[in-house]
């Protein structure tokens, strides 16, 4: 399974940021860069989980909200969400989070495949990758939802900006 | 291929096309009663360079002909042969092979069998105009497509060759011949009996046989060709270079020298291959129309990659490093300036400074915009041929005036005007002109003229197609456009609207017997392309006095006039080309029509009104009634207005597409950045239009 698979690979970096009080991560490699002050232009019709489009140095980047994708409810009026720029089979996103905290590097070994979360589940298990447990500060482990981004975006909808591009 | 060498290749294709570009334009520009001995010259040495390239690139067939026709060119230019219009035809006919060639060997390819049969023809002609044999050409081609091929490593040559069919009454000794070749290097023969007819209708006295060749040999290829010089005619002999050493040989090359199968068989083989799409279809997993809209569609790629490249003038880039040099001294200028920013004279330095950088920014600007531009002299130059071509097929004498070659077009658009303009030519010379009797009866010149102007007015590019014909039958079109349905029976519709017709789709094609047919066979693509470049058509036309017709283009597809508003809390862009006006509306003009559709009565006309806010669905904090700023706005001959909530200004915006990271969006054309870095987005009038009416529709 992955953990014996990555057990032969180095040590991950992975970029962890907050959505909903849940500790989530994404690859390093993935992330392009992050946007802390951007106004979204919203465009019209546009599904809610991918409500407009921001100014990246001229270029126009598509953002998507997180909190809609996987069903989280409206971001808390106090916090100032931060967006992270990746890129993902070759176009630039922007994706909406809360806050970003930590660039970590993980054991590969300590990624665990996640368990099934049942049918229901908005984030389903198809865009984790993996779980992590880190040593929290008092003492309790926290854990670490690894996201999957190429498969997160490969997924329904989503997939239509892949066609639209041809 | 190293890179190196592709783009070498590249460059070669380039030029030679130029260089053929400019034979035609040579001769088609030549006065035949006083033949300018400097314009010999120039197709002399065209030709000779293209020949010369070819062979050092490698492209011995293109070379091979390219010897033809500058060795039908010597004796013209010594002043031994008259320049003919018959020769100065063949020669015409030359050029196009050249790019036939150019093409092929382009896509490494080699000709097609139809072509060569053209050639072939061509260069008979080519020979036989000259009443006398042509001296020869001792300083060869031959010998220099074959250095190339030493220069690559040349192992020798793949020969086919079919013997005359009087090869026997002519006393030819074939055997003769193998002999001769195998003194040249190693020879391995395949005979091909398969020309030799069923025995009842066999002429003992006729050659039918044939052979397929290898000869391994460094030896050049003239020496070769010296071998079967007496029994060479036409077509009958090929020799092509066998690939080099090193290269990977073809499987059919290896079952030959291997297998021993012969060359004809692997030739039958391989014509009874089917090409993929034809399996597909046989196979009932595709439609024959499927295959033939994919191949199109690869055939639209390959050109697009083709024609990526942009050659640019090296003034205009000189231009750009001064203007980048300047730049780097503003920005010292500046930082200077801010460390003193709290004296007066600091502050002066600063504006100063600020001042000269926007001057700057925006001459960097227009610069670089520049370079997208090239001159529509390259969409013109082809027109000289066709309408030549056209008036001689056509029996009309025709002239072609061009005005401005030298108006700059955005790249984009001159190959996008190619199809327009061939259109508007072509149909102003078959259709738009008369005959030669007609034009005599009614007191015209016999030489009818076209006239091809571009010139740049303000924003935007003028380019017009006049002729000096009959011009259009209005009352046809009208008769024409009620049959047709476009028009209501009874309207009265403008002059202008009348000759506006000609453009839809399928106007004329069906009738090919009224005087105005033709005049809208493909007329609809001039439209489609023009509208996608957000151009416009007009036309003027007066009976017995000519046609003119005018496109309308604006001066760049990177940078649009717009006028930005607001609608709830979002800011759009209007092209400014759609809109008509703006005004406040009056409570009193607006009216319900079944309740919800507001229409508004603007001096006499109904024009409905758009909710902007409402069709877009932005979210915004105000009351409907408040909304009192109309838009008009004016696409594809309709109106509307859109309301909206503030008028923001008038800007030239640079638009950004929104289809690189994200995806079309209806209603939307584009977007562009404001000056405080937030996205603005570009309305499609004429989408948005249609998306009201269809909202109207389902409302309905």
């Known amino acids: 399974m992955a953990s014996t698979e990555a057990s032969s690979q180095a040590l991950q970096q992975v970029l962890c940021f907050a959505l909903a009080g849940e500790a989530y991560a994404l690859p390093i490699l993935k992330v392009r860069e992050i946007q802390a002050q951007a106004t979204i232009t919203r465009i019209p019709k546009a599904p809610p989980y991918m409500p407009g489009v921001i100014n990246l140095r001229g270029a126009i980047v598509p953002i998507l909200e997180l909190r809609h994708r996987f069903s989280l409810g409206e971001a808390p009026e106090d916090t100032r969400p931060v967006i992270v720029i990746v890129e993902v089979q070759g176009r630039t996103l922007g994706i909406r989070v809360d806050s970003v905290s930590d660039v970590l590097d993980l054991d590969p070994n300590a990624i665990r495949p996640a368990p099934e979360l049942g049918t229901q589940s908005a984030l389903g298990r198809e865009f984790i990758s993996g779980l992590a447990s880190l040593p929290g500060a008092t003492g309790s482990d926290t854990m670490l939802i690894l996201l999957d981004l190429d498969r997160l975006l490969s997924d329904g909808e989503l997939s239509a900006l892949e066609s639209a591009a041809v | 291929m190293s890179d190196a060498m592709a783009q070498f290749r590249d460059a070669f294709f380039e030029e030679a096309t130029e260089l053929a570009d400019g034979m035609e334009a040579t001769l088609l520009s030549m006065d035949l009663s006083a033949v300018e001995v ?104 031959t010998t220099a497509a074959a250095k190339s091929v030493t220069m690559k490593g040349g192992r020798g040559y793949s020969i086919r060759f079919e013997a005359p069919l009087d090869a026997f009454r002519r006393g030819v000794n074939l055997e003769r011949l193998f002999r001769d070749l195998a003194k040249l290097g190693t020879l391995q023969t395949w005979p091909d009996l398969s020309r030799i007819p069923p025995v009842e209708q066999l002429d003992p006295e006729d050659c039918h046989l044939a052979w397929d060749v290898r000869l391994e040999t460094t030896h050049p290829q003239m020496d070769v060709e010296e071998v079967f010089e007496f029994v060479a005619e036409g077509d009958n002999l090929r020799i092509q270079p066998l690939a080099p050493e090193g290269s990977v040989p073809t499987l059919g090359e290896i079952l030959q020298t291997e297998a021993g199968v012969s060359p004809a068989d692997i030739r039958e083989a391989l014509s009874q291959q089917k090409r993929l799409g034809e399996l597909l279809v046989d196979m009932g997993k595709v439609q024959p129309e499927v295959v033939n809209k994919a191949l199109d569609q690869q055939q639209k790629k390959r050109n697009q990659a083709e024609a990526s490249t942009v050659r640019v003038a090296t003034e205009k880039i000189d231009r750009l490093v001064n203007l980048v040099g300047e730049l780097v001294i503003t920005q010292a200028m500046l930082a200077q300036a801010s460390q003193q920013s709290n004296t007066l004279q600091g502050e002066e ?21 520049g370079i997208r531009m090239v001159p529509v ?69 016999a030489m009818g003229s076209i006239a091809l102007r571009a ?58 017997v009224s005087d105005l047919s033709g005049r809208g066979v493909g007329m609809d693509v001039v439209k489609q392309n023009i509208r996608t470049l957000g151009g416009r058509i007009e036309v003027e036309s007066e009976p017995g006095r000519g046609t003119l017709i005018r496109l309308v283009l604006p001066l760049t597809l990177a940078i649009l006039d717009g006028l930005t508003v607001r609608a709830g809390d979002e800011t759009y862009v209007f092209p400014l080309a759609s809109v008509l006006e703006s005004f406040q509306r009056q409570a009193a003009d607006v009216q319900t029509v079944k309740g919800d559709r507001e229409v508004i009565s603007l001096r006499g006309e109904f024009i409905p009104v758009i909710r902007l806010q409402h069709l877009l669905g932005v979210v915004g904090h105000r009351d409907a009634a408040e909304r009192t700023l109309l838009v008009l706005v004016e696409s594809e001959g309709r109106r509307a207005a859109m309301s909206v909530d ?52 389902a409302g309905a």
């Open chain 2, 349 to 369: 330095q600063m504006s100063a400074a600020l001042l000269q950088l926007d001057r700057q920014t925006r001459e960097l600007q227009e610069r670089v915009m």
């Open chain 2, 455 to 512: 010139s740049s007015r303000g924003g935007s590019i003028h380019i017009e197609v006049k002729d000096d014909g009959k011009g259009l039958n209005r009352d046809r079109i009208y008769q024409k456009a009620l049959d047709r349905g476009l028009l209501a029976p009874g309207s009265r519709p403008s002059d202008e609207e009348l000759n506006l017709l000609i453009f839809e789709p399928g106007f004329s094609t069906v009738e090919q």
């Open chain 2, 377 to 445: 002299e390259m969409v013109f130059s082809r027109f000289p041929r066709m309408v030549h071509e056209l008036g001689k097929q056509l029996g009309k004498d025709v002239e072609l005036l061009m005005e401005g070659q030298a108006t700059e077009l955005d790249k984009t658009f001159i190959e996008m005007l190619v199809d327009p303009l061939t259109h508007l030519v072509r149909n102003a010379v078959d259709h738009g002109m008369e005959t030669k009797e007609e034009r005599r009866q009614s007191g015209k010149a």
């Open chain 2, 38 to 141: 400097e314009d010999l010259h120039t197709l002399f040495r065209a030709a000779h360079s293209i020949k010369g390239n070819a062979a050092t690139f490698g492209f011995p067939e293109v070379a091979a002909f390219t010897h033809k026709l500058e060795s039908t060119l010597e004796p013209v230019r010594q002043g031994d042969r008259p320049l003919t219009p018959d020769l100065r035809e063949l020669l015409l006919q030359g050029v196009d092979l050249i790019r036939t060639h150019l093409y092929h060997a382009r896509r490494g390819e080699s000709l097609p069998v139809k072509e060569v049969q053209a050639q072939a023809a061509l260069i008979a002609r080519l020979q036989e105009d000259a009443g006398a044999p042509l001296p020869p050409m001792p300083s060869a081609p």
């Open chain 2, 646 to 697: 503030e008028l923001l200004g008038q800007q030239q915006v640079v638009i950004k597409s929104l289809e690189t990271h994200y995806k079309r969006v209806e209603g939307i054309s584009g977007a562009t950045i404001l000056g405080d870095g937030r996205v603005a987005l570009i309305l499609d009038v004429p989408g948005l239009m249609r998306q009201e009416a269809g909202m109207a529709a």
